[in-house]
C-alpha cells in the first residue's frame, strides 16, 4: 500500500507507459457474464485483469433471524471474502477476517442506496461474493458484479453502480490500479458512482494527494466507471439472447 | 421497434405509472430490465409481489390455530384462514387459490382454496407466469391439451402438475416458454415444438 | 442459525417428490428422462486459476465445483518426518443454493471433502515421500473444493474436479528450503485419476447421477470412488438402507462409467 518504499519497488512508470504497458487512463481486459447460476437469483461472473470474482443474489427472502426485520423495508446483506488460493502466494484461511467484512460493509452500503428496499418489508437480501483469483481491485470488480446480479435476480434499483479504482503511482495519476500500483503506489482510492447521478456510494482513499489531485482523479474515476457501465450494460443485454447464451467457462 | 431498458435509464420523459418503473423529477425510470413495444414498457425480470386477486399455487406447512399457513414461495408464508375455509387440509398438501388480501407487512391471506390432490411442484421465475398462460389461457390450455396434464398456474411462480399425462413434455415446454419469454410469435413455436414432441 | 422456512420447506418438498418420483419410475423415467445410470451433461475446464498451481472447473449439469491446489511448507506429522501432506477441504458457497448458509462447515460439505480425500488417499496417487525439503519441513498440497451451484450430485463434480486440478497441477521449484512461486520443476504425475459414482435409492430403484429433486426424494445414498479396475471408497449416506446385492450393483456401473468420465480429463 503506502509509505516507505519496499526495496523490490518496480518502476511503475516509464516513456508514458505504466508497469503492463497500460495508458494513464486505460483499464485492463474487463469481461463480465450475467446469469451464471442456476440456483442463485441473479449472478454475475466478472474477469478484471486477473481478477476472478462470482456474485449471487438471492432475495427477497426470509429474513433471519426474525426480529432483525425492519417492518418498512428489506434488510441488505452483503458477504465478500476472498478464496484461500485467490493470491499467488501462500494458501490462506478462508472465512471472514477484518478486511473482508470492512469490505462487505462498504459494498452493502452502496447498494443499500440504490435497490428499493421499500418494496419488500421485513425481508432480506443477501449479496454473496466470493474473489477466485485476486489481482488489486477486487472490490470494484465486485460491485460490478453485484449491480450485475441484482439487476438479473429482478431486484428493483433506482440506478446501476460501476466504479474504479484511481490512485498515483510514481507521481502519475492513474486509473484501475494494477497489483504492483496498489502495493507501490501513492495513493489508491476505490470509488464507485450511480451511473446517472454520478453521486458517489463507495469510496475509501489512502495515500497523500493534493486536492487538485483528488479531484482529477474523480473525474478520471467518473469517466473511467462510464466504460464499465458500458460491459455491466452489455452483459445484460446479452443474457436475454438464447443463441449467446453458453456454458459457463472460467 | 424493440428496445431494452437497464434499470436506472429513462422509459418516458413524463411522469407515467406503470410496473417496474419509478418516478423522479418529473420523469420516469426503469427499476428493473424491461422492454419497449409498443409505447409499453414490459419488466423482463422483476422479483414478484402478491397482491390481491393473483392465483396461487401453495404448500401447506404447518397448521396453526389461525388457520393453515402456507408457503407460497415468498419469503413471507400465505394464511388460509380456517374460518374462511371448510375443508381439511395435510402438511405437504397442494392448494390452488386466490390471494384475498396482502398488508403493508406482506401478510398474504388466501381465500377460494381447492384442494390439490398429490403431484409434481415446480418453480418458475414469477415475472415469466403471464407467458405460460398466454391470453384468455391460450398458451396453457395447448400445453395441457397436448400433454394430457392437469396443470394448474400460480402467479407466484408455483405450477402444479398432475401425475397422469406426459409429464415432461410439460417440463420442457415450460423451460422453453422461460427461455424464450421476450420473444414475439412464442404461441405457434411452442404450438409447433408440443406437436413434435407429444 | 437455521433458516426456518428453507428447511420446512425442504421437508414438505421432500415428501411430495418422493411420491412423484416413485410414480414415473414405475413408469420407467426419471424426472428429466434419463435412463438411470445415464450421466447430464458433463464438461471440465482445467488450468482455470493462475494464482494456484493447479485447477479445474467441473460441471455436471447445472451443478459446478471449482477446484484449486495450491503447494505450501509445513512442519510434518511427527510420526511420518519425511512425507509431504496433503488435505482436501470442501466450502459450499451460500450463493450455490438457498439452503446454503454462511458459516462454519456444514456436516455435508466435511463428509464431501472427506470421501473425495479417500478416494484420493487411497489410490495413493500423490506420492508424498517426494514431498520431502528439509529437516521439519515438507511440501503441503491444499485441495480446495468451492462448490459455486448446487444442482444436485455434488460429490462426483467435486471429485472430478479434483482429479482434473491434480492432473493440471506443476510442482514448484523449491530453493534453498522456500517455494518459488510461478517456477516450475514439471508436472505432478499422478498415476490415476480417482473419481467417484454416486447413486440414489428410491424404492427398488438405483440412479446414477441425481439431480436436486431426485436427491430430495431419496431414501439414502451410495458413492463408490474407482480408479480403472479398483474401488478405493465408498460412502453410504441417509438414513436408509442397502442391501448388498445393490451395492454390487452399484459398484458394477460405477467401474464402468469411473472410466467414461476419465476419458474427459
Redesign the interface.
Known sequence: MVGSPAPDKPVLFQDGKRLDGRALDELRPLKIVAGV?????G?AYVEWG?N?V????????????KHDAN?YKALMKC?YTM?????????GR?GPNRRSTEISKVIREAFDT?V?TG??????I?I?V?V???EGGTRIAAIAAATVAL??????????ISGVAVGKADGQLVVDLGKSEDNFGESDMPIAF???SKEIVLMQMDGKLTAEELSANIDAAIEGAEKVYALQ?EA??KS?N?SE?Q???? | MEKMILPGEIVWEREVNASGTYLHEGKTYATVMGMMREEKFIPLEMAYKPKAGDNVVGIVTEERRAGYSTDLNLPYNGMVPTRKVRIYLELGGMIYGKITFVDEVGNVDIGEVDKLPPGKIITVPPSKVPRIIGKKSSMLNQIREKSGCSIFVGNNGYIWIGTRGNVPLVLKTVRLIIDNAHTSGLTDVVAKYLEDNK | MILMGEELRELVLQGIQREMLSNMLAQGKRLDEREKNDYRKVSVQKGVLTTAEGSALAQIGDSKVLCSVKFGEMTPFADRPTEGVFMVMAEFLPLASPVFEPGPPSPESIELARVVDRGIRSAEVIDTKSMFIEEGKVLAIFIDLYVMDHGGNLTDAAALAAAAALSDTKVPKVVDGKIVRGDYVGPLNIPDKPLTCTFIKVGDHLLLDPIREEERAAECQLTVGTVDGYVVCMQKSGAGSLKKSEVMECIDVALRKGNDLRDLI
Open positions: 447460476l442456476k440456483e442463485a437469483d449472478s486477473g476472478k462470482i456474485c449471487g443474489v438471492y432475495g427477497p427472502r426470509e429474513c433471519i433471524p417492518p458477504r478464496s484461500p488460493f485467490a493470491s499467488l502466494e501462500e494458501h478462508s440504490v428499493m418494496e419488500y418489508p421485513k425481508t432480506q443477501d454473496y466470493d477466485l483469483q485476486a439487476a438479473n435476480a429482478g431486484l428493483p434499483m433506482t440506478d446501476m450511480k451511473h446517472r450494460a445484460l443485454r436475454y438464447v447464451q456454458e459457463f467457462r472460467m
